[in-house]
């Protein structure tokens, strides 16, 4: 046959040139953005004469933080690992309460209800609670905090991916006479896998700056939450902004690696416009 | 014929429970299939056609009366791995290479790696995919996904097959050329399996099949059966010959019977 | 032949007893696990007070008897942040919606603004509520002006994004339809455009609605904040020591709030968007 001949030898060549313009499409426009946005704010504040205490200009903020980087990046590191491992435990208890709910349908019908409903509750409310619990300097009270603030949506959208093979799908399997071990290794498990990037990518952003505010309600000294919160009451707001930079840093860099993750575990979905 | 049936339906009726009262899918419907036949089933929405063929796969149960396969529970076929399926949409896993989709079945059953990868490569060759085994899913066209779920149903050498609409989704071009590299497929194996195959299409029916089932809706019922006397290998000029033009009208025929009954009750 | 029918409205209240019950079901076990793990691990009214002594707390007086009741007291400053919550979420959803139909209509525009938009958004508005409100409070303006602002700085962005989405997602099909009635930009909008995209801006707005919430009550943290349920959840939980159950009892009308919020957005759709089961 000659049609698919012809195929060959373009499709796989197409597909890597695809993948190319993505990473440089996907790169720059951002950037630029950036880049204007920063402009923009350095312009507006320079010539409206906005007061520092309101908004300093972004050059005085990179000062303020290249004046002492070690020590934002050290408090940043503090609050990042407590989003990080905050993110991993709720992450992975919503994936194996999401296992639970595939087999036990009744479970489900409960419990992912209420866990929808429970994104509509402020869970950085629980904030003072596990800093009562926990106490209230310990990392433990802010992971607890970030680890339910991750739970419930990956508990929803990894069950969503679960239960989202089709019955042809499910069908084939029964042909097969495959048991549910089976079942759920080779058709729900990877089904599943672009439902639980999809959450971890938001988990990621939710997490860091959740670890930064449930800081606000207290905690170390030396952690960008507390940081950010006591220089803003004494309208030190150079100091402020300089920790937030820090805090967009560490997001940033949690966010691309999920996003990197993602692309090594999915090797499929590479080349494919979304 | 004088060899057992590989499949028989002993008045099988199907009734389905839902929200308005139960609706009969089927109703009373015996039939006899023997090993290595090819039969399509053919009749209008809601004649029972898919159900039929979901019956023998174990994929739902009768109501009432029996279904044997081998010699067998439909279940018990089911668990020996009797036969294999293709859907009208391809299912390929999206994650899988071509080459794993069509292995999956043989993981399943837990063949050694090496002959796993040699017997889909052949069969991907077979269906003229022999370059596409590391290709994903969307990489394909349609007709190329549906060929690989062929080689995927072929794969553990089942001795039934079981196609549900498999061509409904391709265009004709496509379609005329997918029946005859089935048919050489289906004619190259040995044994040949036995056929179970469901469609819309009159001349598609006509073209593949030893049988045609005619079936009726409301409820589902065997109306007639037309065997297809054509010789075989069945090839492009296959549907230029007279016989085949008059084939067609007697099924269609056939169909409207159906029509006309329904108009009367 | 009469077909089965769909959704009959005669099976609803069997269907909706077979939904509420697994989740009743739910909700009891935690309550259970609750008084369960204060029994086995003697945990005293401090760590984690009975469900009995929360339920009394709430009609204990405030301000040592001269005060209203303490649940009165607790929904009145919830009522506070719902209020200002739902402002901001007017403001930014109007503000949101407006620039989509704008960028839709002028795509020079969306070229132009959207990298703005998106820009605002690299700011982590939550982090900045401090500062937001301590800048606002110190221009003068008056305190909930400030949780307003986030509030709808938060509303705005998936409001945009997803009312855009929306207006871009008329099929082809639908469009040359509206074309061969020579339909004008209005009719466009009004008969097509905009039916389509209700499913996006609401599941926008239900997105919009939790954030809304969160960020009013943020921004009532920093000291100085004199009304709303997040200065009562800082309150109780200085006070934890003498009173636990009024910390429990906060936290839980800030759910409260939050899923009256995202309830009334529910409410809205189903009203509204009544093609869609």
Known sequence: MSAPLQATTVAPQASRAVRKGLSARDLWPPLLTFALVIGLWELAVRFLQIPIYLLPAPSQILETFLARPAFLLRIGLVTFTNAVVGCAIGASLGCLVAALCVRWRVVADGLVPLAVAASAVPIIALSPLMGIWLGSVSPLSKIAVVAVMTFFPTLVSVYRGLVSPTADALMLMRSYAAPQRVVFAKLRAPAALPFLFGALRVCATLSMIGAVVAEFFGGPQNALGVYIKTQAGILRTREAWSAILVACLFGLAFYLAVVLAERAAMPWKRGRQQ | MNTP????????????????????????????????????????????????????????????????????????????????????????????????????????????????????????????????????????????????????????????????????????????????????????????????????????????????????????????????????????????????????????????????????? | MTYPAQGAPGGAPGTLARRALPIIGVIATLLLLWEGARLLFGLSEQRLPSLGSIIETMFTPTRGGAGPLLIVQMLANGWATFRVALGGFVIGGLLGFGLAVLFMRLPVLERGLMPYVIGSQTVPILAIAPMVVVGFGRMGAPPWLAKMVVAAYLTFFPVTIGMLRGLRSASPQSLDLMRSYAATPFQYFWKLRLPVSLPYLFTALKIAASAAVIGAIVAELPSGAREGIGVMILNAAQYYNSRPQALYLAILVAGLVGVCFYGLVVLAEHLIVKWRA
Not at chain 2, 13 to 27: D, E, F, H, M, N
Not at chain 2, 96 to 113: A, F, K, S, Y
Not at chain 2, 129 to 142: E, I, M, T
Request: glycine share 8%; aromatic share 6%.
């Open chain 2, 5 to 265: 049936p590989i499949i028989e339906f002993d008045r099988v009726s199907k009734v389905y429970q839902s929200g308005g009262g139960p609706v009969t899918a089927l109703l009373d419907v015996s039939l006899s299939i023997a090993a290595g036949e090819f039969i399509a089933l053919i009749g209008p929405s809601g004649c029972g056609k898919s159900t039929l063929m979901r019956l023998i796969g174990d994929l739902e149960q009768p109501s009432s009366g029996t279904v044997r396969v081998k010699g067998k529970t439909p279940e018990q076929a089911r668990l020996d791995r009797d036969y294999g399926i293709v859907f009208q949409a391809p299912v390929l896993y999206e994650w899988r290479t071509v080459r794993r989709n069509v292995e999956l079945p043989l993981e399943i059953m837990g063949r050694p790696p090496a002959e796993r990868r040699e017997r889909a490569m052949s069969l991907l060759r077979l269906v003229g995919l022999g370059d596409f085994g590391d290709a994903y899913p969307h990489q394909l066209s349609g007709g190329m996904q549906q060929r690989a779920a062929i080689a995927r149903a072929l794969s553990f050498e089942p001795s039934i097959l079981l196609m549900d609409e498999p061509f409904g989704a391709l265009d004709e071009i496509t379609r005329e050329r997918m029946q005859t590299e089935l048919l050489s497929l289906w004619s190259s194996a040995a044994p040949r399996p036995t056929v179970i195959f469901v469609t819309h299409s009159i001349p598609e029916a006509v073209f593949l099949a030893d049988r045609v089932v005619v079936m009726s809706p409301r409820p589902g019922r065997v109306q007639r059966i037309v065997p297809i006397d054509l010789p075989r290998p069945r090839v492009f000029e296959t549907r230029e010959s007279p016989g085949f033009f008059s084939l067609v009208t007697e099924v269609r025929e056939a169909l409207r019977a159906t029509e006309n009954e329904r108009v009367e009750v």
